[in-house]
């Protein structure tokens, strides 16, 4: 089992930043991590994605040159540092982590491990 806990979210005016992160513990940390979030009435989209195995990194494309995933081994903890922050951006952002090897997932079915998702809400 892999516990996941979000932390860092908040009200943010449009153009500042924020960074949260996700604290995982349980079973070995596994090498891909990805974000993911949900704005009130729409499907979970997902945002990020970290393999550290192989060293890549994607994002979905309203979020390139803005955000950027980061993970930190020692402290078994991703982070996602959000800059250029926009309205469209309000959502419950959510860490998971997927359950069996895979490359770059960006399916929230991939994943087994969710967090309890943390708001980030910004302002115009």
């Known amino acids: 089992q892999v516990q996941l806990a979000e932390s860092g979210g908040g009200l943010v005016q449009a153009g500042g930043s924020l960074r949260i992160s996700c604290a995982a513990s349980g079973r070995t940390f596994s090498s891909v991590m990805g974000w993911f979030r949900q704005a009130p009435g729409k499907e979970r989209e997902f945002v990020a994605v970290i393999n550290w195995g192989v060293g890549r990194i994607d994002y979905v494309d309203s979020v390139k040159g803005r955000f950027t995933i980061s993970r930190d081994n020692a402290k078994n903890t991703v982070y996602l540092q959000m800059n250029s922050l926009k309205p469209e951006d309000t959502a419950v952002y959510y860490c998971?982590?997927?359950?069996?090897?895979?490359?770059?997932?960006?399916?929230?079915?991939?994943?087994?491990?969710w967090g309890q998702g943390t708001q980030v809400t910004v302002s115009s």
């Open positions: 998971a982590a997927p359950g069996k090897l895979s490359y770059l997932p960006s399916s929230a079915i991939e994943y087994e491990y």
